[in-house]
């Protein structure tokens, strides 16, 4: 693993710490719906990641990182979501907000030698 990927990785641990820290203050009714949806993608991006990163086919390896970029994607619109619906205070989502465009750039980064190869 170079140091582009331990940063990357850094950087989505980090994501998905900070919206499990987050989503502790949503209102309980949302338990089932934002709440879970918004954490179940955040740990997905990582988790696909790290899938990805394990597979040698870079076919395979492309997808588990598309799946991320995916759950990135999906990721922040429920912080938007979030926000809108006053969940989330400015910091806050200044704070995700942020996080999740350099997380996005190096995932994208990271898919475009993929590309050539395939």
């Given at each position: 693993?170079?140091e582009?990927?331990k940063?990357?990785?850094?950087?989505?641990?980090?994501?998905v710490?900070?919206?499990?820290?987050?989503?502790?203050?949503?209102?309980?009714?949302?338990l089932?719906?934002?709440t879970?949806?918004?954490?179940?993608?955040a740990l997905?991006?990582?988790?696909?990641?790290?899938?990805?990163?394990?597979?040698?086919?870079i076919?395979?390896?492309?997808?588990?990182?598309?799946?991320?970029?995916?759950?990135?994607?999906?990721?922040?619109?429920?912080?938007?979501f979030?926000?809108v619906?006053k969940?989330?205070?400015?910091?806050?989502y200044?704070?995700?907000?942020n996080?999740?465009e350099?997380?996005g750039?190096?995932?994208?980064?990271?898919?475009?030698?993929l590309s050539?190869?395939?």
């Amino acid at each position: 693993m170079n140091e582009f990927q331990k940063q990357l990785m850094n950087k989505m641990d980090e994501y998905v710490h900070l919206i499990y820290k987050i989503t502790k203050s949503f209102s309980k009714e949302e338990l089932y719906g934002v709440t879970s949806q918004l954490r179940r993608s955040a740990l997905s991006i990582i988790l696909n990641y790290i899938e990805g990163f394990a597979r040698i086919k870079i076919a395979v390896k492309r997808n588990f990182w598309e799946i991320s970029y995916g759950s990135l994607k999906e990721s922040k619109y429920l912080v938007h979501f979030s926000f809108v619906e006053k969940y989330i205070n400015q910091n806050d989502y200044q704070r995700v907000s942020n996080l999740a465009e350099e997380i996005g750039a190096m995932l994208w980064r990271s898919l475009e030698p993929l590309s050539i190869k395939t």
